[in-house]
């Protein structure tokens, strides 16, 4: 008869009826702990169906589409713009080695200047045009061609290309 008082005290059913007895049965840590007075609000969806609810946009960060914002320290154009010339000046410089045998420094003393001012015009404003309309290169990234790709190749590119003329320099002549 002890055994079956005592699993009518720990049924949710009828509850606990002695304090005492029921503390030597049960472990602390499994009472869960129910707090008197609690605050509770419910609101039923039945009667605001009838309502439209507002559809959230979801809002675009803001772009700042001032020229000194895009070519500031932390901006997204010097970055690209320089590693985007880095590439293209990375490239050009080994395949005129490859073609001619002249170094980088030969390359600059016979006629690079113009077109490496040529070039730098055309990229820079290349570049710059889609900046000062709004348009991120992170909108536009998929697939392989991400945009964190375009900035690491850029930055492997003026490595490539700082490392190109030093090592030219100390050997006196063409890398390749």
Known sequence: MAAVSSVMLLSPATGPTKRSSLKQ???????????????????????DSKKEQPKSIPLKPKVST?????LAFSGPGPERINGRLAMI?????IGVELANGQDLY????TGGIPWFIGTSVLLSAASLIPLLKG????????????????LWNGRFAMLGLV????TEYVKGGALV
């Open 25 to 47: 049965f049960l472990v602390p840590s499994y009472v869960p702990s129910l707090k008197r007075n609690a605050n509770f609000r419910v609101s039923s969806m039945a009667e």
């Open 66 to 70: 001032n020229f000194s914002d895009i």
């Open 89 to 93: 000046g990375f490239v050009t410089a």
């Open 106 to 109: 030969a390359q600059i003393q």
């Open 135 to 150: 348009v991120r290169v992170e909108s536009k990234s998929n697939g392989p061609m991400t945009s964190d790709a375009e």
């Open 163 to 166: 490392a190109l003329a030093l």
